[in-house]
């Protein structure tokens, strides 16, 4: 079983940036970050594959969000810049297992990912 620690996060106000990271205690397959608002569905902002050569982004984080990864360290990060209100939530480091492999349409299925991490608070002020 691996375990994700997230750390970052926090309160900032609307064009900040924040960072955020995801270690893995074991090796993973494609990584992730997903983030869940009050009253709304968990939802892919960004992922990483194993290689760490092909990404994802949601729409709404395109151009202002990057996402990474660090094979050495097992860790993923991600960069997040020109921050809105709407991008607050709480953002969940997701993994997949080393052997898992599946095709690029099942990015946003939460279900597609084996480990999760905590959470941590991600709030933008206006």
């Known amino acids: 079983q691996v375990q994700l620690v997230e750390s970052g996060g926090g309160l900032v106000q609307a064009g900040d940036s924040l960072s955020l990271s995801c270690a893995a205690s074991g090796r993973t397959s494609t990584m992730g970050w997903f983030r869940q608002a009050p009253g709304k569905e968990r939802e892919l902002v960004a992922c990483?594959?194993?290689?760490?050569?092909?990404?994802n982004y949601a729409d709404s984080v395109k151009g202002r969000f990057t996402i990474s990864r660090d094979n050495d360290k097992n860790t993923v990060y991600l960069q997040m810049n020109s921050l809105k209100p709407e991008d607050t939530a709480v953002y969940y480091c997701?993994?997949?297992?080393?052997?898992?492999?599946?095709?690029?349409?099942?990015?946003?299925?939460?279900?597609?990912?084996?480990?999760w991490g905590q959470g941590t608070q991600v709030t933008v002020s206006s």
């Open positions: 990483v594959t194993r290689s760490g050569t092909t990404t």
């Open positions: 997701a993994a997949r297992s080393w052997f898992k492999r599946l095709p690029s349409n099942m990015d946003y299925a939460v279900p597609s990912y084996d480990y």
